[in-house]
Protein backbone atom coordinates (compact mmCIF):
# COMPACT_ATOMS: atom_id res chain seq x y z
CA UNK A 1 0.00 0.00 0.00
CA UNK A 2 1.22 3.28 -1.16
CA UNK A 3 2.52 5.52 1.72
CA UNK A 4 3.48 9.10 1.68
CA UNK A 5 5.09 11.01 4.73
CA UNK A 6 6.26 14.47 4.87
CA UNK A 7 9.37 15.90 6.96
CA UNK A 8 11.02 19.13 7.38
CA UNK A 9 11.78 21.92 9.59
CA UNK A 10 8.14 23.28 11.43
CA UNK A 11 10.19 26.71 11.91
CA UNK A 12 11.81 28.63 8.81
CA UNK A 13 13.01 32.55 9.47
CA UNK A 14 11.50 34.76 6.91
CA UNK A 15 13.62 35.43 3.46
CA UNK A 16 15.26 31.60 4.04
CA UNK A 17 14.79 28.55 1.75
CA UNK A 18 11.98 26.18 2.85
CA UNK A 19 12.73 22.29 2.51
CA UNK A 20 10.43 19.70 2.75
CA UNK A 21 11.09 16.04 1.52
CA UNK A 22 8.37 13.78 0.85
CA UNK A 23 9.24 9.62 1.11
CA UNK A 24 7.49 7.65 -0.33
CA UNK A 25 6.85 3.28 0.80
CA UNK A 26 5.28 1.00 -1.16
CA UNK A 27 5.65 2.31 -4.52
CA UNK A 28 8.80 4.13 -6.88
CA UNK A 29 9.01 7.47 -7.75
CA UNK A 30 10.71 6.48 -10.77
CA UNK A 31 7.18 4.66 -12.15
CA UNK A 32 6.60 6.24 -15.38
CA UNK A 33 2.55 6.32 -14.68
CA UNK A 34 2.59 9.05 -11.87
CA UNK A 35 2.74 12.39 -10.82
CA UNK A 36 3.81 13.74 -7.52
CA UNK A 37 3.04 16.55 -6.01
CA UNK A 38 3.21 19.33 -3.35
CA UNK A 39 0.08 21.13 -2.30
CA UNK A 40 -0.53 23.82 0.97
CA UNK A 41 -3.44 24.74 3.22
CA UNK A 42 -2.45 28.04 5.37
CA UNK A 43 -4.38 27.92 8.64
CA UNK A 44 -8.10 28.67 8.40
CA UNK A 45 -8.13 28.67 4.34
CA UNK A 46 -8.10 25.96 1.47
CA UNK A 47 -6.06 23.94 0.22
CA UNK A 48 -3.30 25.26 -3.00
CA UNK A 49 -1.63 23.66 -6.04
CA UNK A 50 2.19 24.40 -5.22
CA UNK A 51 3.87 22.32 -8.17
CA UNK A 52 4.44 18.70 -9.30
CA UNK A 53 7.23 16.41 -10.92
CA UNK A 54 6.86 13.28 -13.47
CA UNK A 55 9.70 10.26 -13.15
CA UNK A 56 11.69 12.04 -15.74
CA UNK A 57 12.05 15.18 -13.20
CA UNK A 58 9.56 17.41 -15.61
CA UNK A 59 8.25 20.22 -13.67
CA UNK A 60 5.16 22.10 -13.33
CA UNK A 61 4.55 25.13 -11.01
CA UNK A 62 1.79 26.85 -9.79
CA UNK A 63 2.67 30.45 -11.99
CA UNK A 64 2.01 32.47 -8.91
CA UNK A 65 4.98 30.44 -7.06
CA UNK A 66 7.32 29.53 -10.23
CA UNK A 67 10.02 31.62 -9.42
CA UNK A 68 10.48 30.37 -6.24
CA UNK A 69 9.48 26.75 -6.44
CA UNK A 70 12.29 23.92 -6.87
CA UNK A 71 10.59 20.27 -6.90
CA UNK A 72 12.82 17.37 -7.21
CA UNK A 73 13.70 13.42 -7.16
CA UNK A 74 15.82 11.43 -5.74
CA UNK A 75 15.16 8.12 -7.06
CA UNK A 76 18.20 6.34 -4.94
CA UNK A 77 16.27 7.00 -1.91
CA UNK A 78 12.59 6.96 -3.20
CA UNK A 79 11.74 10.40 -2.13
CA UNK A 80 10.94 13.68 -3.33
CA UNK A 81 11.45 16.96 -2.25
CA UNK A 82 9.90 20.94 -2.08
CA UNK A 83 12.15 24.05 -1.84
CA UNK A 84 10.67 27.19 -1.67
CA UNK A 85 13.04 30.19 -1.85
CA UNK A 86 12.37 33.72 0.10
CA UNK A 87 9.71 32.79 2.44
CA UNK A 88 7.51 34.76 4.67
CA UNK A 89 4.83 34.77 6.86
CA UNK A 90 2.52 34.29 4.06
CA UNK A 91 4.14 30.74 3.10
CA UNK A 92 2.64 29.52 6.68
CA UNK A 93 1.04 26.33 5.94
CA UNK A 94 0.18 23.00 5.86
CA UNK A 95 2.20 21.23 3.52
CA UNK A 96 0.94 17.95 1.78
CA UNK A 97 2.54 15.65 -0.39
CA UNK A 98 0.39 13.28 -2.75
CA UNK A 99 0.44 11.33 -5.59
CA UNK A 100 -1.31 11.70 -9.00
CA UNK A 101 -2.97 9.08 -10.50
CA UNK A 102 -3.50 9.13 -14.08
CA UNK A 103 -7.06 6.41 -13.43
CA UNK A 104 -8.41 8.82 -11.30
CA UNK A 105 -7.82 11.64 -14.28
CA UNK A 106 -4.43 13.01 -12.26
CA UNK A 107 -6.83 13.98 -8.97
CA UNK A 108 -4.24 13.56 -5.87
CA UNK A 109 -5.07 10.16 -4.79
CA UNK A 110 -2.83 9.02 -2.14
CA UNK A 111 -1.85 12.15 -0.03
CA UNK A 112 0.61 12.48 3.04
CA UNK A 113 -0.44 13.29 6.47
CA UNK A 114 0.93 16.83 6.01
CA UNK A 115 3.67 18.86 7.77
CA UNK A 116 3.10 22.46 9.50
CA UNK A 117 5.51 24.95 9.08
CA UNK A 118 5.74 28.33 10.45
CA UNK A 119 7.58 31.16 9.10
CA UNK A 120 8.37 33.45 12.05
CA UNK A 121 11.90 35.13 13.50
CA UNK B 1 -5.66 30.05 -14.55
CA UNK B 2 -8.98 28.36 -14.48
CA UNK B 3 -10.67 29.42 -11.21
CA UNK B 4 -12.83 27.42 -9.47
CA UNK B 5 -15.43 28.61 -7.31
CA UNK B 6 -17.46 26.57 -4.94
CA UNK B 7 -21.16 27.78 -3.21
CA UNK B 8 -22.27 27.82 -0.97
CA UNK B 9 -19.38 28.27 1.41
CA UNK B 10 -21.43 26.96 4.36
CA UNK B 11 -23.88 24.11 4.28
CA UNK B 12 -25.97 23.67 7.41
CA UNK B 13 -28.26 20.80 7.49
CA UNK B 14 -29.30 17.86 9.46
CA UNK B 15 -28.40 14.06 9.01
CA UNK B 16 -30.57 12.56 6.90
CA UNK B 17 -30.75 15.75 4.90
CA UNK B 18 -29.62 15.68 1.01
CA UNK B 19 -26.43 18.28 0.72
CA UNK B 20 -25.95 19.96 -2.80
CA UNK B 21 -22.76 21.35 -3.28
CA UNK B 22 -22.21 23.52 -6.53
CA UNK B 23 -18.39 23.90 -8.32
CA UNK B 24 -18.59 26.30 -10.99
CA UNK B 25 -15.44 26.97 -13.57
CA UNK B 26 -14.39 30.09 -14.95
CA UNK B 27 -14.02 28.31 -18.05
CA UNK B 28 -14.64 24.75 -19.51
CA UNK B 29 -13.37 21.59 -17.79
CA UNK B 30 -12.66 18.22 -19.52
CA UNK B 31 -15.18 15.85 -17.02
CA UNK B 32 -11.89 13.51 -17.17
CA UNK B 33 -10.02 16.19 -15.07
CA UNK B 34 -12.57 17.38 -12.21
CA UNK B 35 -12.03 15.62 -9.11
CA UNK B 36 -13.91 16.06 -5.53
CA UNK B 37 -12.39 15.91 -2.01
CA UNK B 38 -13.40 15.59 1.56
CA UNK B 39 -11.54 16.93 4.48
CA UNK B 40 -11.99 16.75 7.87
CA UNK B 41 -10.23 18.79 10.69
CA UNK B 42 -6.39 17.77 11.29
CA UNK B 43 -6.61 15.05 8.23
CA UNK B 44 -5.24 14.97 4.96
CA UNK B 45 -7.84 15.67 2.19
CA UNK B 46 -9.64 12.52 0.59
CA UNK B 47 -10.70 11.62 -2.51
CA UNK B 48 -13.86 11.17 -3.32
CA UNK B 49 -14.92 11.46 -6.77
CA UNK B 50 -12.97 11.42 -9.87
CA UNK B 51 -14.13 12.33 -13.71
CA UNK B 52 -16.75 14.32 -12.27
CA UNK B 53 -18.36 11.01 -11.72
CA UNK B 54 -17.04 8.33 -10.46
CA UNK B 55 -16.33 7.17 -7.33
CA UNK B 56 -13.16 6.55 -5.63
CA UNK B 57 -12.51 3.15 -3.98
CA UNK B 58 -14.13 2.12 -0.63
CA UNK B 59 -16.34 5.96 -1.04
CA UNK B 60 -19.71 5.22 0.24
CA UNK B 61 -22.68 5.60 -2.73
CA UNK B 62 -24.26 8.16 -0.97
CA UNK B 63 -21.59 10.30 -2.77
CA UNK B 64 -22.24 11.09 -5.92
CA UNK B 65 -21.25 13.54 -8.70
CA UNK B 66 -22.59 14.89 -11.70
CA UNK B 67 -21.66 18.21 -14.37
CA UNK B 68 -19.72 19.13 -17.28
CA UNK B 69 -18.23 21.95 -18.99
CA UNK B 70 -18.52 24.56 -16.36
CA UNK B 71 -20.85 23.23 -13.89
CA UNK B 72 -19.95 20.27 -11.65
CA UNK B 73 -22.27 18.89 -8.39
CA UNK B 74 -21.33 17.16 -5.22
CA UNK B 75 -24.57 15.17 -3.99
CA UNK B 76 -24.99 13.53 -0.53
CA UNK B 77 -27.85 11.79 -0.92
CA UNK B 78 -28.56 11.51 3.09
CA UNK B 79 -25.66 12.66 5.54
CA UNK B 80 -24.22 10.36 8.17
CA UNK B 81 -22.79 12.17 11.16
CA UNK B 82 -18.89 11.67 9.23
CA UNK B 83 -20.02 13.61 6.80
CA UNK B 84 -19.71 16.73 8.11
CA UNK B 85 -16.36 18.26 6.69
CA UNK B 86 -15.43 20.86 4.03
CA UNK B 87 -15.91 19.50 0.49
CA UNK B 88 -13.37 21.03 -2.46
CA UNK B 89 -13.26 20.94 -5.86
CA UNK B 90 -10.39 20.66 -8.21
CA UNK B 91 -9.78 20.44 -11.65
CA UNK B 92 -6.57 19.95 -14.15
CA UNK B 93 -5.49 21.38 -17.33
CA UNK B 94 -2.76 22.51 -19.24
CA UNK B 95 -0.62 20.51 -16.74
CA UNK B 96 -2.16 23.21 -13.99
CA UNK B 97 -4.29 21.88 -10.97
CA UNK B 98 -6.43 24.33 -9.02
CA UNK B 99 -8.79 23.94 -6.20
CA UNK B 100 -12.48 25.26 -5.39
CA UNK B 101 -12.09 27.31 -1.89
CA UNK B 102 -14.16 24.97 -0.21
CA UNK B 103 -17.70 24.31 1.01
CA UNK B 104 -18.26 23.25 4.58
CA UNK B 105 -20.89 21.19 5.85
CA UNK B 106 -22.17 21.68 9.21
CA UNK B 107 -24.36 20.31 11.46
CA UNK B 108 -27.67 22.05 11.95
Known amino acids: QLQLQESGPGLVKPSETLSLTCAVS??????????WGWIRQPPGKGLAWIGS???????YQNPSLKSRVTISVDTSKNQFSLKLTSVTAADTAVYYC?????????????WGQGTSVTVSS | EIVLTQSPGTLSLSPGERATLSCRAS???????LAWYQQKPGQAPRLLIY???SRATGIPARFSGSGSGTDFTLTISRLEPEDFAVYYC?????????FGQGTKVEIK
Open chain 2, 27 to 33: QSVSSTY
Open chain 2, 90 to 98: QQFGSLSWT
Open chain 1, 53 to 59: IDHSGTT
Open chain 1, 98 to 110: ARHDPMTGESFHV
Open chain 1, 26 to 35: GGSVSSTSYY
Open chain 2, 51 to 53: GAS
